[in-house]
């Protein structure tokens, strides 16, 4: 699985893997913090939160440009520093009025243009490692292990932030209630009714070393000590930024070679470059074109999992678990498990005894402890609705050494029919994916079966939550649909991307991740106004529509990309 892979693809993906814990560790309670600090109703928040990520992700439009001109590398170290400074701004403690909005606006804004500059250049470094004749078969497995990276970053991302939390919340004489911060707003402008009234005195006497003379004061209070509680875990992102710099010019000799853009490469004489016609070029952008406007729905239907699918969590999901389903909320049990995945694999892969013996002796330990950690958790577990986030990642990391045996095995089913073997092209797969996304939200349909409609319970947790298994489910259905889709994805179009644009197009593909992102405002904005049953309906419906232009138009994309 690691092996004969450059060694530049684990720098850079561990260089990203910071960098994407400092970003997730934010993302995971940044809804959150909209709402509790200012107040914001759901589609306030989600349109600000929407704007953020459709910036975030069309900013490596011009990170690429930037790149085809001066040169990958330096666009990632600018862009470190540019998102340093950001995450220091966010993590400022101010008031709730103008300045403490002017500081947020500037930091979020600073956090993008740092992005775009990081984040595809770095990409497109590793697709660099694989243009290589040594290494050309094994860039999609490449882009998975990259992937897999990203995600061990962001997997601990809701379990720090949540730790974090609780940590400055018990600092302050308080704990964590889902149902505290609408109420303590609504309190203070007045427009609280009598029952919500009683039920934020009930939630006030239950804090453990804080006691107000009034609700007025305890609400000001709580909110005040739970906002400042999320500028600490934004505060997480310098430091791990920190460790991505480290990573990054620590073992820089080891990609230094693929640092280099077309007009770099022209000057330097490389006779390596690859000249396209005039009409393979356009060839090759067209498709690409085509397979950004189809992924564009798939990320407005992923990229649910920081807005409506955590107001599921807070608002209609039981706040604790119990049974078997506490593993999944303690961040360490998920670590072993997914590292054992890993040793798992090692018995089969490994071609001495001694190695086989060595693995299963670590994955037993590895079950051994995870076992041990589930048998020390209380039932049931109080849970909060940002440690759903951490599902995704998990499954992620876990799943990846399964997706790649399964694409490998299909390779090499070789045949007459099938000279390059039976594994799926990477239009194929993702609209695979898209079908798969679409069962998601199917799953979600029914969770909400006989669910009071968000705007009849005023952002307080339902009178009937259902049980965590629903939520743990979407998130494992969307995962097998991130898995077809999103590497491979990016292997595609750092395989198909003309050699003088390759900047520009992996921007591109992050421009329609960034459309995705800021459409994916339209459950939020409708949030308040439907029944929960027709915003998944309305995702699952997109995700169908784009799986059928995507089978569609598989041919022509097909065609127009092979080599």
Known sequence: MFKNHPKGLYALALANTGERF????????????????FGFGGATASTIYSIFLAVVYFMPVLGGILADKIGFGKCVVIGIVVMFIGYACLSIPTAAGGLGMALMIGALLLISVGTGLFKGNLQVMVGNLYDDPKYSSRRDAAFSLFYMAINLGSMFAPAAATAITNKFLSKAGLIYKADIPALAHQFLRGTITPENTDKLANLAAQM????????????????????????????????????????????????????VNAKQAKAAGDEKLVELTPKQEKDRITALILVFAVVIFFWMAFHQNGQSLTWFARDYTQP????????????WALALIAISVYTLFGIF?????????????????????????????????????????????????????????????????????????????APRKIAFGML?????????????????????????????????????????????AELLLSPMGISFVSKVAPPKMKGLMMGLWFAASAIGNYLSSIPGLLW???????????????????????FAMLKKIEAATAE
């Open 22 to 37: 400092g970003y997730y560790t934010m993302l995971a309670i940044f809804m959150l913090f909209l709402q509790a600090k």
């Open 208 to 259: 453990p070393s804080y006691s107000a003379a009034d609700l007025g004061t305890f609400s000001q209070y709580y909110i005040e000590n739970l906002s400042s509680s999320y500028n600490m875990g934004f505060a997480v992102a310098c430091i791990s930024l920190i460790f991505s710099v480290s990573i990054y010019f620590g073992c820089r000799k080891w990609f230094k070679h693929a640092d």
């Open 320 to 331: 604790y678990a119990t049974g078997w389903s506490r593993i999944g909320f303690n961040i």
């Open 349 to 425: 892969q490994s071609e001495k005894t001694g190695a086989k013996i060595i693995n299963g002796l670590v994955t037993g330990g590895l079950w051994f402890g995870a076992w041990a950690i589930y048998k020390g958790l209380p039932s049931p577990l109080d849970i909060q609705p940002q440690l759903f986030q951490q599902f995704n990642p998990f499954f992620v990391v876990a799943l990846t050494p399964f997706s790649m045996a399964i694409f490998s095995s299909l390779a090499a089913k070789k045949s007459e029919k099938y000279p390059n073997g039976r594994e799926p092209s």
């Open 436 to 480: 798969v996304a679409a069962a998601g939200y199917l799953i979600m349909i029914f969770a909400s079966k006989g669910q009071p409609s968000p705007a009849s319970i005023q952002g307080t947790v339902a009178p009937d939550p259902v049980v965590p298994q629903w939520l743990m489910a979407t998130y494992l259905t969307l995962t097998f």
């Open 528 to 550: 308040e106004r439907v029944p929960l049953w027709a915003n998944w309906t309305l995702l699952m419906v997109l995700c169908l529509i784009a799986a059928g232009i995507m």
